[in-house]
């Protein structure tokens, strides 16, 4: 997995009008049921284009649960999130 390979595409604002739409329509997180502000990937897409956009692979998340999902796959970007603080 190469990150910033993958941030690039969250950068586009193709993608944060898809989110946005995508939230309205899903609003609650898959896990806890909170309103959801980031849209998963589920399986991660791994910074591959096509798994990106397969709306399939979709799911709502509000931000705690997807820090602790993001946290579990990779140590890595859990202390950078951390460093950045919560919101
Ligand atoms: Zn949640």
Partial sequence: MR???AGVLYNTSIWQRARRAFLLL???CVVCADPAQV???EPPHL?????FWDTSTWQPMCMSC????????NP???RNR???GRR
């Fill in 66 to 73: 997807h820090g602790r999902k993001t946290s579990a796959q």
């Fill in 3 to 5: 990150p910033s390979q």
């Fill in 82 to 84: 951390m460093r950045r």
């Fill in 47 to 51: 910074g591959n284009h096509a798994a």
């Fill in 26 to 28: 899903n609003p609650r």
């Fill in 39 to 41: 849209v998963d990937h």
């Fill in 76 to 78: 890595h970007t859990a």
